[in-house]
């Protein structure tokens, strides 16, 4: 039995789907609007640091550590077992999007998926993750480890698997294929298990892109774990401990300017330059459009960080503000992705039933059609434009507390200007973006 027709994988995200519940420019001004009044109340209302206390949270008086050690070790391996089904599909199963498990499990349940339910839950890809699991297998405790320095030490190796991933996902003309994308994990593992062999799983975890990231999104859930008990706090105040080294902050804006290529590239402006393109032709275009687009978030940022500095005198604000950077990527995302995950997701629950396309049916879940009306085209438009704007209110809300915790409020208040400019642009660019 083969899968229905109408279980058909994109290569990525919805992007331009041009549903928003009003034109995109009003909504763009609208944002804007209530980001300049959220920042002027910020300084009237908010003279001194609170997330951080905030964070500390209070229990919810459930006792997890007797649990933790043997949930752990399940969610170990359920996700080695995943992991291993779907890299072996994708090198032995149909090599088609439509019959075969790896491109929804890699570019629906792993990229919009896990982070989301990050953001919700804390950081959970540390507890899923294969890659953890086996580097603590394979690291060779009972020998003397041969210790990083320079640039793999500082962790910057994390930025090229999550930069390939991109070019995979929005670049590469067969990025969907699943023997492209078996091969790919496949190389990645044997590379970070070779790492953590040769220097150690805690050295070779700074270079896992993507639990790097994952972990960054998870210091936004409400949940988290503290001397043994279960503890809950206001969303987004655990962003108050979380520490950006330079890398973090190029993952962050790497990760932020890929998602903006994802809406850019459903313009009709980049169709156009598109048109009559294909292969590796199309392959190299998107490069440099990834490559571009990317480059202009980054240096946004940092030039609003520069000039921000001068006012106060700070030696790192690209690092100290790099926190606020996680609720923009997650306003993106769940613009961008919410109804990838929703709609297009259905098919893994499909695929799971027949992973190597032979006709099984081992959860009785294939020929599972997908429900295309769970979310009116409204709702959609309504998500993301309220994720646009609460993601960037979040940013803003992040660098003030983490200004003010430094300087005085006038000091901080005038080091955030520049800021101020970068968050409103990148408000508006996102919501046109979103609707195409």
């Not at 339910?117 to 297998?137: C, K, N, Q, T, Y």
């Not at 020998?143 to 990083?148: C, D, K, S, Y």
């Not at 646009?388 to 940013?395: I, L, Q, S, T």
Request: proline share 6%; with cysteine.
């Amino acid at each position: 039995m083969t899968p229905p027709a109408e279980l058909v994988l994109l290569a990525h995200g919805v992007g331009g789907r041009s549903d928003l519940p009003i034109p995109e420019w009003r909504a763009a001004w609208a944002a804007v609007v209530i980001l300049a009044l959220s920042f002027a109340a910020l300084g009237w209302l908010w003279p001194k640091a609170l997330l951080r206390n905030a964070s500390e949270g209070r229990p919810l008086g459930i006792a997890v550590d007797r649990v933790a050690r043997p949930l752990g070790v399940v969610a170990a391996v359920v996700g080695t077992i995943l992991s291993t089904v779907v890299l072996s599909a994708g090198l032995l199963g149909p090599d088609t999007n439509e019959s075969n498990i790896a491109p929804v499990t890699v570019y629906v349940v792993f990229w919009v998926g896990v982070p989301l339910l990050s953001a919700l839950l804390g950081d959970i890809w540390r507890v899923f993750s294969p890659w953890e699991a086996l580097g603590r297998l394979v690291e060779a405790p009972t020998r003397v480890l041969r210790p990083a320095s320079g640039l793999v030490g500082a962790g910057w190796p994390a930025l090229i698997p999550v930069g390939a991933f991109l070019w995979l996902e929005l670049a590469y003309h067969d990025g969907a294929r699943p023997r492209v994308l078996a091969s790919a994990g496949i190389a990645y593992t044997v590379c970070l298990l070779a790492l953590a062999r040769r220097s150690g799983w805690y050295v070779a975890r700074r270079s896992e892109g993507f639990g790097v990231l994952f972990g960054a999104v998870g210091a936004v859930s409400p949940l988290y774990r503290s001397d043994g008990r279960l503890r809950i706090r206001p969303p987004f105040s655990g962003l108050a401990r979380l520490e950006t080294p330079a890398p973090v902050v190029a993952i962050l804006l790497m990760a932020i300017g890929g998602t903006a290529f994802d809406g850019f590239s459903r313009t009709r402006f980049w169709g156009d330059i598109l048109t009559g393109r294909s292969g590796w032709e199309a392959t190299m275009v998107n490069t440099v459009g990834l490559a571009w687009v990317v480059l202009l978030v980054g240096l946004a940022y940092h030039l609003a960080c520069r000039v921000g500095g001068r006012v106060t005198g700070d030696q790192d604000p690209a690092e100290r503000f790099g926190a606020s950077l996680v609720p923009i990527l997650l306003g993106y995302s769940v613009a961008h992705y919410f109804s990838l995950l929703l709609l297009e997701g259905q098919a893994f629950r499909s695929l799971l039933s027949d992973p190597y396309g032979l006709g099984w049916n081992l959860f009785g879940t294939l020929g599972d059609p997908i429900h295309w009306t769970l979310v009116s085209t409204t709702v959609v438009g309504w998500v993301q434009l309220v994720a646009v704007v609460v993601g960037h209110m979040a940013a803003v809300v992040v660098a003030h507390d983490r200004a003010v915790e430094a300087w005085s409020p006038a000091k901080a208040m005038r080091s955030q200007y520049p800021m101020l400019v970068v968050m409103v642009a990148y408000t508006m660019t996102a919501l046109v973006l979103v609707a195409g």
